[in-house]
C-alpha cells in the first residue's frame, strides 16, 4: 500500500496531509523488463472531473498482462477544476490530448528515449469511461455530428445523458476554428485520431454527438469493446452504449 503524496493532494484540490491509500501490487519506480519487450500500448482517458491517477487498479491489471499503460489528465476538465469545466472545448482538446499522448509514446520508446524499444506503438488500443468513453471511439476513427442535437435535446426531460450536446452545440463556431475550419460542418466533422490505433474500449461512452441516427461511430472499424450499466442515470444505455454499439462499423465487436 502506498499514499498520495502531499503534491498529488494539493494537484487534486485535496488538503496536503491528507493520507489517500492507493493499493496493488505494483512496484513503485520498478526498472522495466526490456528483455521480453517491446509491449503493446493502451491509452487511457479519464471522464469529466477524472485524473490520469484515477482507476489505478484497472491500469495495473492491464499492466499485469503486458501492456504499457499510459494515462491522459484532459486540460480544464480535472478534478481540480472547481467543477468549472471547459466542457466543449473538451471537443477539440481531448481528441488532440489523446494524439499528442501516443506521440510523446513514440519519444519514449525512440533512440535515447527514457523506454527505449520498450512501447510496441503500433500494435495500440485507446480506452476510456463517460467522456473518456466518447474521447476512445473519437481516438478510434469515430466522428462527431451535432446535427441530432435539437432532437435529442427535446427528448431528454432534463436528463443530463445530452450533456455534450448542451455544452458543445452553441460553442460550434468555436469548436470548428480550434480544428482550423471555416465553418462548423452540417454533418459529420473530420476524424481526428491516430491511425495506427488498433481497437477501441469505450465505457459508458457518452451518446448525444453522433448524429441522429449515430451514423457518427459508423467510421470505427477497428474491434470495438462497448459496456454499459443498467444502473447508469447519467449514460443511460438506452441512449448511449446500445446505439453506438449497433450502428460501429466494425464487424467484430462485443
Known amino acids: 500500500t502506498y499514499f498520495t503524496s502531499a503534491e498529488w493532494n494539493v494537484s487534486v484540490g485535496f488538503p496536503a496531509d491528507f493520507e489517500g491509500p492507493i493499493t496493488g501490487h505494483a512496484l513503485a519506480n520498478a526498472v522495466p523488463d526490456t528483455e521480453h519487450g517491446s509491449y503493446p500500448l493502451v491509452i487511457n482517458s479519464p471522464g469529466l472531473s477524472g485524473f490520469r491517477q484515477q482507476s489505478g487498479y484497472l491500469m495495473e491489471h492491464l499492466a499485469s498482462y503486458g501492456f504499457v499503460v499510459m494515462a491522459m489528465e484532459h486540460n480544464g476538465e480535472t478534478i481540480d477544476s472547481d467543477g468549472v469545466w471547459d466542457i466543449w472545448g473538451g471537443a477539440y482538446s481531448r481528441p488532440t490530448e489523446t494524439q499528442l499522448t501516443i506521440q510523446y509514446a513514440d519519444q519514449l520508446t525512440a533512440a535515447g528515449g527514457d523506454l527505449e524499444g520498450l512501447i510496441d506503438v503500433e500494435t495500440l488500443a485507446v480506452m476510456g469511461v463517460s467522456s473518456g468513453g466518447w474521447t476512445a471511439l473519437v481516438g478510434g476513427g469515430a466522428q462527431m455530428n451535432l446535427s441530432g442535437c435539437p432532437h435529442f435535446l427535446s427528448q431528454a426531460n432534463g436528463e443530463v445523458w445530452v450533456w455534450d450536446c448542451t455544452e458543445f452545440a452553441p460553442h460550434q463556431d468555436e469548436i470548428a476554428a480550434l480544428y482550423g475550419l471555416d465553418a462548423a460542418p452540417e454533418g459529420a466533422w473530420p476524424q481526428s485520431y491516430d491511425a495506427r490505433v488498433d481497437a477501441v474500449i469505450a465505457l459508458d461512452a457518452d451518446g448525444d454527438i453522433w448524429g441522429v441516427d449515430h451514423s457518427g461511430v459508423a ?21 448511449t452504449s446500445i446505439p453506438i454499439y449497433a450502428n460501429l462499423g466494425s464487424t467484430v465487436k462485443t
Open 219 to 239: 467510421s470505427v472499424t477497428v474491434p470495438t469493446m462497448i459496456f454499459g450499466s443498467t444502473g447508469d442515470t447519467d449514460n443511460i444505455p438506452e441512449h
